[in-house]
């Protein structure tokens, strides 16, 4: 009997381990597989349950990339359909190499290098451990110069046709913080950072798109991520004349609140200028034709030193001034500042010495006032406007050479190209159509491709048009019905399925009958509303009920009156 007790005892602690031995041996579990394409590439990301331990290969014949989690489990769907990236197909499981691995094949439609790296969890929370993938859809990104540097010993500075005849438009480039997997700030009720910075971002484009003789040129369109030191490559490859960056700040605490612009500081520029003296390949790029005289005829990196220095300088002080005009505006249209003079920091977005370049912190995303301001189409319009201003005057004040900013007021040349009519060129330079009629002699107002306009000097003064902006986006909320599933969801709201797992943190594609989904979606892609009339009911009232205008709801029903019948069916409008 006490032999058989002894057994036991000592039974059962390899009774206990032996128990315990598949959760050692899964230590991890794949959580959730997201996937964002943008214009340059495709990123996929693997939220895990603890660090990722992995290894990967390529495969051919057809084009696969293989990733293996080792001591890991599912704990998500699979398989995965990918419709919007032009390289990747679908992501599914497969057969492991032994049973305390999983293995994910990545099928491809074509050969790509991918980069894989592992990101830690989040200081906020927001996410845990993750294994990116970065998947290039080409060999030329918009991270690449635009062209190749010139092999030739000879080296001149290239300038098109509009510069030579002094039309040339003024690039503003807009880029709208974080995107994609990266929320940035999250606000109390739950917003994210990128969704305001898009829609601020879209319609400062908007804003100074509508200015004769200016092009805005979004370093992000949609909900991707863009890598930081591309924002800057972006605007480069575009020629851009200003960088501005939008961001939202946040705090720890809900109270701060109000808007900043910040500009790069001595420090970071200093740094800067001696990375890049180590790169004569890049320096080709940022200093034009004497940046590839020196990398090829001179190794003084003391006179490298000396025109990197030059540029930074100029782009800190031109920064400064945007900065100022842009608190100024914003002050102006009653926004509160938190900082009341450029702030100088350590960015990387606002690294470039050949562009000036701006961050503007919109307002606190952490405080509950204006996280609800920078929502709303309002707030966000006149945020937009502000800016706009500020960079138009900027613009005037600083016009650069060959545009038509610099030649505003001064008789030039102007070759009519293909859909130009007289109205159109004459808003694009400020004058009328008569005096352009009166200057050429011509007797009627048609014009043909190809022919010369002498146009007169018109008004040197530079409006920002209004622009209507109909495209917004709204939280909706979603009650799942019988025969709901995240994917039908998605199609009706025209969203991912990847936002709607994120805004609603969910774990797993699994939904319950009644259960709520926040989505965010864009106000013409909201699914059709309609509201039947019922007894006492007036267009006021419905209005009122909807929040929407009775205007609008005329508009939307093609209404001559305001009188309704019981039981008419009305259309209510999103906006």
């Known amino acids: 009997m006490l032999i058989s007790k002894l057994l036991r005892a000592a039974f059962f602690p390899f009774l206990l381990a032996l128990s315990l031995l598949p959760s050692l041996v899964?230590?991890?579990?794949?959580?959730?597989?997201?996937?964002?394409?943008?214009?340059?590439?495709?990123?996929?990301?693997?939220?895990?349950?603890?660090?990722?331990?992995?290894?990967?290969?390529?495969?051919?014949?057809?084009?696969r990339l293989v990733v293996d989690l080792k001591q890991t489990t599912l704990s998500t769907k699979l398989p995965i359909t990918v419709s919007e990236s032009p390289v990747l197909k679908k992501i599914r499981k497969s057969s492991p190499p032994n049973k305390s691995t999983y293995r994910l094949v990545f099928e491809l439609k074509k050969k790509v290098t991918p980069q894989i790296f592992k990101l830690a969890p989040t200081p906020g929370g927001q996410y845990g451990h993750r294994l990116v993938i970065d998947m290039p859809h080409g060999a030329t990104t918009s991270a690449q110069p635009a062209t190749k540097p010139s092999t030739s010993s000879t080296t001149s500075v290239s300038r098109d046709a509009s510069q030579l005849a002094g039309s040339a438009d003024i690039v503003v480039a807009i880029d709208a913080g974080h995107g994609g997997e990266d929320p940035g700030s999250i606000g109390p009720t739950r917003k994210y950072e990128k969704h305001a910075t898009l829609a601020i971002s879209k319609k400062i484009a908007d804003q100074i798109n509508a200015v004769p003789g200016m092009k805005a040129v979004l370093t992000r369109r949609s909900d991707y991520y863009v890598n930081l030191n591309k924002r800057s490559e972006?605007?480069?490859?575009?020629?851009?004349?200003?960088?501005?960056?939008?961001?939202?700040?946040?705090?720890?605490?809900?109270?701060?609140?109000?808007?900043?612009?910040f500009v790069l500081n001595t420090r970071r520029a200093n740094t800067e200028i001696a990375r890049w003296v180590e790169n004569h390949e890049e320096q080709s790029q940022l200093l034009g034709g004497a940046g590839q005289v020196l990398a090829k005829n001179n190794n003084d990196k003391n006179v490298s030193q000396t025109l990197l220095d030059l540029q930074f300088s100029h782009s800190q002080k031109e920064g400064y001034k945007v900065a100022t005009k842009i608190l100024r505006e914003m002050s102006r249209v009653g926004?509160?500042?938190?900082?009341?003079?450029?702030?100088?920091?350590?960015?990387?977005?606002?690294?470039?010495?050949?562009?000036?370049?701006?961050?503007?912190?919109?307002?606190?995303?952490?405080?509950?006032?204006?996280?609800?301001?920078?929502?709303?189409?309002?707030?966000?319009?006149?945020?937009?406007?502000?800016?706009?201003?500020?960079?138009?005057?900027?613009?005037?004040?600083?016009?650069?050479?060959?545009?038509?900013?610099?030649?505003?007021?001064?008789?030039?040349?102007h070759k009519v190209s293909r859909g130009e009519s007289l109205s159109l060129i004459a808003k694009k330079y400020g004058t009328t159509t008569k005096a352009i009629m009166q200057t050429n002699k011509l007797k009627s107002s048609n014009i043909k491709v190809g022919q010369m306009l002498t146009i007169p000097g018109g008004s040197t003064k530079v409006s920002v048009p209004v622009v209507a902006n109909p495209v917004e986006t709204k939280t909706v909320t979603h009650v799942v019905q019988r025969g709901d599933y995240l994917g039908k969801i998605a199609a009706r709201y025209k969203v991912s399925v990847a936002?709607?797992?994120?805004?609603?943190?969910?774990?797993s594609d699994t939904l319950k009958?009644?259960?709520?989904?926040?989505?965010?979606?864009?106000?013409?892609?909201?699914?059709?509303?309609?509201?039947?009339?019922?007894?006492?009911?007036?267009?006021?009232?419905?209005?009122?009920?909807?929040?929407?205008?009775?205007?609008?709801?005329?508009?939307?029903?093609?209404?001559?009156?305001?009188?309704?019948?019981?039981g008419q069916v009305l259309i209510i409008p999103h906006n």
């Not at 709520?516 to 864009?522: G, M, P, Q, R």
């Open 26 to 63: 899964f230590a991890n579990a794949l959580e959730g597989v997201r996937v964002w394409p943008s214009p340059d590439e495709t990123r996929v990301v693997i939220d895990l349950k603890s660090e990722a331990d992995f290894s990967y290969f390529t495969l051919s014949s057809p084009e």
């Open 234 to 261: 972006i605007a480069r490859k575009n020629k851009a004349h200003l960088l501005v960056s939008i961001h939202a700040d946040a705090f720890h605490s809900p109270k701060p609140r109000g808007g900043s612009v």
């Open 335 to 413: 926004v509160r500042l938190h900082k009341k003079e450029p702030v100088n920091a350590s960015l990387a977005v606002l690294k470039s010495p050949d562009i000036p370049s701006v961050l503007v912190e919109t307002g606190f995303i952490s405080n509950p006032t204006e996280e609800k301001l920078l929502f709303q189409r309002s707030h966000q319009d006149k945020l937009a406007r502000a800016l706009a201003k500020a960079i138009v005057q900027y613009f005037e004040a600083n016009p650069p050479e060959g545009t038509l900013f610099a030649n505003r007021g001064k008789t030039v040349k």
């Open 499 to 507: 936002d709607i797992k994120r805004e609603n943190k969910l774990k």
């Open 513 to 566: 009958l009644g259960q709520k989904l926040k989505i965010t979606v864009s106000m013409k892609d909201q699914p059709l509303r309609k509201h039947k009339v019922a007894r006492g009911e007036f267009l006021g009232k419905i209005a009122s009920k909807y929040g929407v205008s009775v205007s609008s709801l005329r508009k939307a029903n093609n209404l001559r009156s305001d009188e309704l019948a019981i």
